[in-house]
């Protein structure tokens, strides 16, 4: 009964992973980069919460609404101003710039936040403390499954965003074949503008959510990133769902390391990743995202 | 060495050295005596930190030569800078004497880049980037787990206690040199070699490479034990220089971003660059640290601004302007017009002058 209880606050654990990274894998299938900031632009998204919630005393939840949309222009603007022009100069730039704005983004909010860790959890309320108990040693965590639900309604919406809408198709075209995308007139650089925006607006959603789940600081960032990029790998490059379903892995693994001991929780997830990558299925991985 | 043909339109000539490059040359030897002798005319304090200096030339031209050469970015680097101290503190642990430790760390981080790179090198561009990172995060944490080699709260090096502490900072500068200056020696011979130019042919289009027959994986693989085994001894070095280390600092990615600035800041695809690179890193620290925040800020703006503006760095635009190149690792073509050959349109190269 234990072992469930530890899968399920896997599980759980794995959602906002997979949250963190559907803005990565968004990013990576659209333009082929991966945003180095991306850890910390959550952590971004965290603070602005925290400060809205704060300041107009407010539910976080209730904050994330407003927050939400100056994401999305936050994210239209950076493409515009860092990483479309990144872009330009060839597939590595992004990686300099990308990883320059990242430590100028920690370094930031260290300077105006102070390095003190804080939560959210608090002033979410009754949901973050709440649970399911389904037995002595088995509890389901309201925030837990909203977590999961809020993933799942998010990248199913990207999914249905991607297939099924016009704007969808334009991102999939650009994805594939920028060059012929625009012959038939697609402006690639709205494209890639619009993608970074729903990335960076995702990446807030997720870092709000970790917020409210445990604690976060300026340095929280590189960590968030590195999970979220193995979620991505975990779960194959090119699909939302097995975004999902990396996530869930990773955050399972964390969980039965750390009820090992706690000092194998983030262990047990990098060597789940490592033995994916060293698996043949790394290799077909490999060879799959370096197709353009 | 000098490769010309003349043709109706003039004399092209093809040659790597000019007669700068080759005072430069020259001068290297120069420079190198001279810096050996600073233990005998500075401080113990200013030998410490040009070994410091050294160190940070070291680091900036192996990220460079997998960057810049080999357009493989990586943000681990720092495993093998831990690896390279941790291996060091082991031997010496086992009673190894410090300095043949310290060289024998180095091949250790070497040998660790065979495994890693089977992982590792399958990625590319931001992938291998964030893949080299989970890599240094594992080591970092298992090493923390070690309580012989003092888990997460650090551990000295005692090893090197037997020496009065100016003596020992003279050898550990001595030997960082002796370090630096073989080290770049073979990234010069490798990048003038045939391999300098495959693997610039992988970086800018790694299927177009293989294509015409370069071995793509057996490059890479090269280059990155080289600069594995180049940051083994940088890690071991820095470990003889400070004399104790940490885990979360020595498998830090703070090593990258300073290797990031440097390369990006000196020139990224140019020898020289590094070293220039190097520093000014070297003057910005020593000027700004207590800036704290703002100094990192500052250090972050600036390599987001080269990328962007100047992505070949200080000398890149120098050697662009000024037509200089001090260690040429390329070839240079000259085309002297007045030359014209009347007898043959379209004559054979003359053999190399």
Known sequence: MIWASVIIQGVLLGAVYALFACGLSLMFGVMRIINLAHGDIAVVGAYLVWIVATRAHVSPFLALVAVLPVMLIAGYVLHVALIGKSLRGGQLVPLLTTFGLAIVIQNSLQQIFSPDVRSLGAAAGWITTSSWRLSEALAISWFGVLVLVVAVVVLGGLDLFLRKTGLGREMRATAQDPDAAELVGVDARAVYA???????????????????????EPASGPTQLIFAFEAVVIGGFGSLWGTLLGGIVLGVAQTIGGHIDPQYSILAGHLVFLVVLASPRGRTLAARSARR | MTTTIETARGRYAVHRWSRLSQVAMASVAL?????ALVPY????????QLTELFILAILAAM??????????????????????????????????????AIALAAVVAGILALPVSLLVLRLRGGQFAIGTWVVAEVLGLLIALDHDLGGGTGISLTGLNIYPPADRQAYTYWFTLGVGVVLLGLVFVL??????????????????????????????????VLASFGCGAAGALTLANTLFI????????????????????????TFEGPLIGAVAFF????????????????????????ALALPRGLWGWVEHRLHL???????????????????????DPAPPA
């Open chain 2, 283 to 306: 003057a910005i620290q020593h000027w700004f640290a207590d800036l704290g925040a703002w100094y990192l800020i500052g250090l972050g703006a600036t390599a987001i601004g080269f």
């Open chain 2, 246 to 269: 940490q885990p979360q600092s020595i498998f830090g990615v703070s090593w990258t971003a300073y290797m990031i600035f440097m390369v990006l800041v000196g020139g990224l695809g």
């Open chain 2, 31 to 35: 420079i190198v005596i001279a810096l």
């Open chain 2, 325 to 347: 190149r001090l260690f040429p690792v390329g070839y240079r073509l000259e085309h002297d017009a007045s030359a014209v050959c009347q007898a043959t349109p379209a004559a």
């Open chain 2, 63 to 100: 990220w460079n030569a997998l960057a810049g050469y080999g357009g493989l970015i990586s943000i681990g680097q720092q495993a093998f800078i831990g690896v390279g101290a941790y291996a060091t503190i082991f031997l010496t642990q086992r009673g190894v004497p410090p300095y043949l």
């Open chain 2, 191 to 224: 990048l003038r070699s045939p391999n300098g130019a495959a693997l610039q042919a992988i970086r800018d289009d790694e299927e177009a490479a293989a294509s015409l027959g370069v071995r793509v994986e057996a490059k890479k693989l090269m280059l990155f």
């Open chain 1, 194 to 216: 619009r993608a970074t925006a729903i990335a960076v607006a995702t990446a807030a959603l997720a870092g709000a959510f970790l917020a409210m789940r445990s604690t976060f």
């Open chain 2, 41 to 48: 005319l500075l401080s113990t304090y200013a030998t410490e």
